[in-house]
């Protein structure tokens, strides 16, 4: 129970802002093996919400239908009012759900900075024309997004390897630059797969602060995807718990430690401080 | 050493963004284009007709293979072909009594059309598959130019390049030629550099390494890797076309084979795959070492009074040629480009080697 | 042992870039031979040159022509225009002015900037078929019979060997899938039409190493006579397809492209009957050749290649083909007095009149408007160990053969 810096929004309750993702009765079967069995879920503005579950609960299968990367069977999909079920990832990104990978997924070959700027690929109106005459138009483009991502950098302390190549930073600092990508964009829904994944305790808690801030500053929804408890239960308003890809509690924080299912997904495990293998 | 970067502050963005950030560097930059632009008066008529027109133009048309190979990482071996079908279409519109640089254009998009056509199976497969249906349309395109007078140019398959003009004022000379060549390479350098710096170059790497990190912030695949096959092989094909007027002055289907389409990859990758400057070292390699390592073991022999068969002597250079690219490659894989960097990151921070990233 | 790789290559590249161009020697008159010794001409480029380089070095033993001297520069191009373009620019600042390639693309590459530079390029046996015109291409020397040409011989052949009337017999074109392959259709197409027999061609795709489909085909058109278009490996290939299918040997006559050993692969007794189109007389017993072997290899012992070579069929075709320029060069000096420079030289080759050097070469006579000296040629016969003349030197059809060169130079001025 560390991850609390100061700020408690975890027992703030819901937000009051208006639904901004939902999700109805997805279904996403493998062959034999149904990964997300009818998932419910909705997020408001503003509001950090967790999926938690075991290792193969469907977690990753959840964001994969939510960012477009498989087509559920069954259920629907509506983001800011608009069904995006069946569009492709690009789309969905274009109109503002930004996602991290448990695994990371940065552009080896590229400075810090030049993946931050992919960040704000949707955002920018350059082509081969604006490329080609890159000193009459492109540059004031490059610039203007340039500044928006040295405030990203910022906010997420990077100023000093904003130069490096990814492929040299430890996976705190990776992690933290794959965030900063998905900030960059400005999006409404921050979609994040185990951003802790890998992280010592000082580095998780600093993760954590960096969410609440994005949160805090953009104004970002979160959908949070971790099996670290600990940290899961500090941060966010609500909490969503899956099995088998079924869907088995719901609720506060506070609720969901006590809540029976819970625990016995979690059986053979100490209360809360997270699954250790 | 010379590349020191001490006292040296960025306090715009666009100083920060600038393509040589180094003085020094840019100073290197500055002197390598005068002297370019002196050349004619500095290096014998030979030296600039054989060596640097031919080296300048193929240096662009690697640039425009680069960004495809080295940034959008779609292999390609059918780049021979894409510069046949700039330069043959170039070269017949020229015929109809088009400008010199509406001809050029002209290649450069047809090239760029039918470039991207077969540039269409890499939204689906990629490797060896894309390579199998590159590698097609190198056949089909020699098989066209063999079989259809009409565009090679009647029974002898040869097809003579007009003379070209450039508002009014022809090109006849070599000089004219080479800095027509320069003036055209140094465009393309400055486009793939700028395309390197901006959203889309940085889009086309990104769907190198991973595309459905790609999508995920929003970048159409399909959309970028189709864009890259056109603009490779919009460059190509204006390469290949202005290899026809500026340099070869007649066009053959041979110019534009598959062992050319062959030394076009060998270029890029000995050069360094997405390097500019190795873009220019690669072709440079690639193109003249075979001629001066022949000269070179002629001189030698000569020198050495050792008497060795016509036979032998042409087959030496071959030998030594494939050993030094296979040398280097062992010795540097990241091509002649990262050899360049390694010289410029000693010197940068010369004399304090322990501080070398 | 980094370091020993870089110092080798510095040291290679340097001695490259230091090669000074030699000064211009008085009284020396220069070849070029950029040749492709490497890629695709590699059956005939080391005997051709050789012959050519002999020859030169004998005329040079015997004190020269006329006070002049032969030089040449040879430097392999592996076939592809770039070198060749770089090995033209680089001899030709060199002082040579007198071209020979042996290789059509590369040939058909500089052929634009010769012209434009005036200097002389020979193009016997490969090229452009249509230097023969001499008006619309005045640097450009054939100096012996084109494919066109090469075909209306070996179809006189045959008109003859049948007694004079080919009504009704069928003719067959078995040909590379190649520019080169195919420039003998349109002239037999026509002389189907003369002389009424019944044409039909084969193409077999590059590099034509498998025939036996198109041999499948050739079998079914039941032909009288085959005419084989190729070169290189696809030679002997071609000769094996035909007595695999039984085909009668002394009925299939190929194009200038064959030689003895092409015969030794395809088994030098089985081949027996094999006929070819011939311009130049092989073997060692011609005076010229005998003088070479005498003079060069015995005596100065600076013959250029390996002593078995000499007197091969590719290696009296390259005497054939520098012996016309020697003898300009002889024309030139007579006439024209010194210095001799290349637009005497090239004068003086409009110049050369029933030249055969001794018999080993048909004769030709070179006009300002007949590039190619008369087109003429002969068959002979592979009798198990030699090439056996069947023929006299001839020509035919000199009227077809020119319609053709007129239509295709015609289409080259268009472009000009």
Partial sequence: ?277 | MFYRECGVRHTTYAADRALAVIPFERALLVLLIVLAAAAPWIVTDLFLVSYLTPWLIWTAAVLGLNLLMGWAGQIHLGYGAVMAVGAYTAVHVARAGAPFVVAVAAGGLVAAVIGSLFGLPALRVRGLYLAMSTLALQVIVDWILVQVPAISGGAQATLLVPRPHIFGIPLVTDQARYWTAAVFTLLVALFVANVRRTDVGRALIALREKDYAAAVIGINVFYYKALAFFVSSFIGGMSGAALAFLYYRAVTPEQFGLNVSIMAVAMVIVGGLGSIIGSFFGAGFILLAPIWIEHGLRELAAALSVHISPSTLAHLPLVIYGGLITGFLLLEPLGLAKLYDNVRNYLRVWPFGYTKK | MRRWVYWVLVLVLAAGLAAVPALAQQKVITFGFPVDYTRVYVFVAEEWTQGMVDYLTLMNLKGGVGGYTFDWRVVDTGNEPQRGIEAYERFRREGATIFNFISTPVSNAVAPRAMEDGVILLMPFHGRSDAADGQTFPWLFSLGANYWSQATVIVQHILEAEGGNLRGKRIGLVHIDSPFGREPIPVLEELSRRLGFEFQSFAFPSPGTEQSATWAQVRRFRPDWVLLWSAGPSQSVGVREAIRNGFPLDRLVSVIWLDEKDMNIVGAAQARGVKRFEAAVPGREHPVVQEILQKVYQEAGKGFGKIENVGSTYYVVGIASVAPVVEAVRIAVERFGEPVTVDKIRAALEMVSNFDLNGLMPPITITPQDHEGGGMGRISQWDGSRWVPVTDWMSAFRDVVWEMVYKSSAQFRQGQ
């Fill in chain 1, 1 to 277: 129970m560390a991850a609390g810096t100061g700020a408690a929004p975890a027992t703030a309750g819901v937000p009051a802002g208006d639904v901004i993702l939902n999700c109805t009765s997805l279904v996403r079967r493998f062959g034999g093996l149904t990964a997300v069995d009818r998932v419910s879920l909705s997020l408001r503005e503003g509001e950090i919400l967790a999926v938690i579950g075991p290792n193969g609960s469907g977690k990753t299968t959840l964001i994969n239908l939510i960012t477009g990367f498989y087509k559920p069977q069954e259920g629907r999909i509506v983001f800011a009012g608009q069904d995006i079920t069946r569009l492709r990832p690009h789309t969905i990104a274009r109109l503002g759900v930004a996602r991290t990978f448990q695994n990371l997924a940065l552009f080896s070959g590229m400075s810090v900075l030049d993946n931050i700027l992919l960040g704000r690929h949707i955002h920018m109106r350059s082509n081969l024309l604006s490329t080609a005459l890159y000193w009459w138009w492109g540059v004031h483009e490059e610039e203007r997004h340039r500044r928006a991502v040295e405030e990203v950098i910022d906010l997420l302390q990077l100023e000093a390897v904003r130069h490096e190549p990814v492929e040299l930073l430890p996976i705190g600092v990776r992690r933290r630059v794959e965030l900063a990508r998905a900030l960059a964009a400005r999006p409404r829904l921050l979609v994040l797969d185990e951003p802790m994944a890998g992280m010592n305790q000082e580095e998780k808690e600093y993760m954590a602060r960096f969410i609440l801030d994005a949160r805090d500053e953009l104004g970002t929804s979160v959908l949070l995807i971790e099996h670290h408890m600990d940290v899961v239960m500090d941060i966010s308003d609500r909490v969503v718990v899956l099995n088998y890809g079924v869907q088995i509690a719901e609720g506060l924080p506070q609720e969901i430690m006590n809540h029976p299912a819970v625990i016995a997904a979690y059986l053979g495990e100490r209360r809360f401080d997270g699954p250790r293998h």
